[in-house]
């Protein structure tokens, strides 16, 4: 018998995602980020819902370590950003099939990737002057558009830098994309989104996936398999975290953290069975989690578990376990079987 455990792909609910970050930047090119292997859910599987996007981002070309890469870049007719002196040096040694479209990253405060400010305009200069590069356009990216440091100091030093220079830019993130793209200068040419395409909220817990009109995108559901009582005094799992105050009933879930189900999730945490949200008791294990069933008397083995996805937002069950939606999506283990709903 297959392991009792499956996730869902939604692909109407990618859509729907596309069409709200859409509404958000009008007028704007959007971009499906799709790194992570889209976030956990598959390129493949996540193409067809998708597939409306303006384009698909994905960073690990981006960050090509050989001029390899940068073949295929210009064969395949893709994209790429530029964030450092080496790549233009491999730029310039490499024969082009068709000029490269570039995205020259500037660095205005995330201080990850990316040209200080001082160097950007002579990287430009140096680009410009390649036979290699046709189109330049500019970008960056925002380390706290989900915050209240917002957005202004980069967008600040972003136009300061790239004033005056030609080209299409494109600085917004989900986070940015939602809170700050009623301004048209801001949404520019190009917005990134990635989690909020895949219904998680870039600024849980200000504001949830609902708030901002998102669906989900992934759910994960097991079954419950077992069943059992606790008299007062025991205590479930490993390392004995929880110990029951009462008798209770509890039931067994298949599904554990080589699933993708968080190891930290503390007690408490909330796992809808039969549609009501039993606690998690005591530590994830390899493939097992206990719940609590006494609110749902109804429940026994075979009953649906909901980890995350329709029925419990991801960034409530990633918030419990002091982790973000991000990593839960992105570490769905390779062994769980997936379904494309249509
Ligand atoms: C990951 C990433 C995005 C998308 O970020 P989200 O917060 O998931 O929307 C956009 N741009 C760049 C450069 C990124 O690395």
């Known amino acids: 018998m297959p392991r009792p455990i499956q ?7 990618l859509r729907h995602n596309l069409r709200r970050l859409r509404a958000a930047a009008p007028g704007a090119r959007l971009w499906a980020v799709v790194k992570a292997n ?12 998708l597939r409306g996007a303006d384009g698909f981002a994905l960073l690990d070309l981006a960050e090509a370590e050989r001029a390899r890469d940068l073949e295929l870049c210009s064969r395949l007719a893709l994209w790429h950003a530029v964030h450092g002196d080496e790549q233009i040096d491999w730029l310039a040694m ?18 990850r990737l990316g040209f200080a400010p001082e160097r950007f305009r002579a990287a430009h200069a140096r680009l410009s002057a390649l036979p290699q590069v046709g189109e330049i ?46 301004d048209a200068a ?49 205590s479930v799992g490993y390392g004995s975290t929880f110990t029951a105050a009462q008798p209770m009933r509890v039931r067994v879930a298949a599904c554990g953290y080589a699933a993708g189900s968080p190891l930290h999730a503390p007690t408490g945490t ?39 996805g329709q029925g419990l937002p991801i960034d409530e069950v990633a918030h419990a376990a002091g982790t973000i939606g991000y990593e839960l999506m992105c570490a769905l283990a390779p062994r769980v079987p997936v379904v494309v709903e249509a």
């Open 94 to 111: 490499h024969k082009t099939h068709a000029p490269h479209h570039v995205f020259l990253k500037l660095n205005s405060g995330m201080n």
């Open 7 to 13: 996730a869902i792909i939604h692909t109407d609910a």
């Open 270 to 308: 909330p796992e809808p069975v039969d549609g009501a949200r039993p606690r998690l008791l005591g530590r994830v294990s390899m493939d097992r989690l206990t719940v609590d069933l006494d609110p749902v008397p109804q429940a026994g083995p075979g009953s649906a578990v909901t980890l995350w």
């Open 186 to 234: 801001v949404r520019a040419d190009w917005v990134r989104p990635g989690i909020a395409a895949y219904g998680g909220s870039p600024d849980f817990p200000t504001h949830d996936a609902a708030h901002w009109g998102l669906r989900p995108t992934m759910t994960l559901t097991s079954k419950l398999i077992a069943s059992g009582a606790l008299q007062t005094g025991d």
């Open 38 to 49: 889209a976030y956990g859910h598959g390129i493949e599987r996540a193409y067809e819902g």
């Open 137 to 182: 356009s500019l970008m960056t990216h925002f380390s706290d558009a989900d915050g209240d440091k917002g957005i202004a100091g980069q967008w600040a030093v972003f136009q300061r830098v790239t004033d005056g220079l030609p080209g299409e830019r494109s600085v917004c993130n989900s986070a940015a994309t939602l809170r700050h793209a009623q």
